[in-house]
């Protein structure tokens, strides 16, 4: 099985974006669970906000993701992105990094892609997270705020989005090398 990487945390941090990155900086596949949800939210004419309410009842949609989440960790080769990927994927991953940065931040983000007001996107943002929070726990018992899964904890806000694209490359890189090492004594 080749390398899989996982990049969680909350809407906003910039997963998808640094996944991306990643992937394309390491010549990996790169899977993301938010995108495969909001192709499910296109699919149902639903806002992201309503098919997380749906989800709440119907667990079909979450464990359809997971599933596909651990079928590209099982191929390797991947970046996966997601808020449960390090959980659905742990024993598999070699390497779990969790970004954060300020919800102010994070919500200012997610108004520009979205194109929506500050408060739209803080009031959509909050719904989504506290109806996530409350699903992950029902279905798998897992808080997605405990950061204890993860190898690597990045504040995304720390740098400008290319100088924090260099800086993971770097870690990325450079825990690749050991990883390969430590395999050729094995």
Not at 17 to 31: F, I, M, P, Q
Not at 34 to 53: P, S, V
Not at 131 to 142: H, L, W
């Amino acid at each position: 099985m080749g390398i899989v990487i996982t990049l969680g945390g909350l809407h906003g941090t910039g997963k998808t974006t640094y996944a991306k990155a990643l992937a394309e900086h390491l010549g990996l596949r790169h899977v993301s669970a938010g995108d495969l949800f909001r192709r499910i939210a296109e699919e149902k004419n639903l806002t992201l906000q309503g098919l997380a309410e749906l989800a709440l009842a119907d667990h079909t949609i979450d464990m359809e993701i997971d599933k596909r989440i651990i079928q590209e960790a099982e191929r390797g080769d991947v970046i996966l992105d997601g808020q449960l990927a390090a959980w659905m994927v742990d024993g598999k991953a070699d390497l779990k990094i969790l970004l954060i940065a300020p919800r102010e931040v994070r919500i200012r983000r997610i108004a520009e892609r979205e194109k929506l007001t500050f408060q739209e996107a803080e009031a959509s943002t909050s719904a989504r997270e506290e109806a996530e929070r409350k699903r992950y726990m029902k279905i798998y018992n897992i808080d997605v705020a405990d950061p204890s899964i993860y190898d690597l904890i990045v504040d995304t806000n720390l740098y400008p989005l290319e100088e924090m694209k260099k800086i993971l490359n770097k870690i990325v890189d450079d825990y690749i090398q050991i990883l390969k090492e430590r395999r050729r004594r094995v």
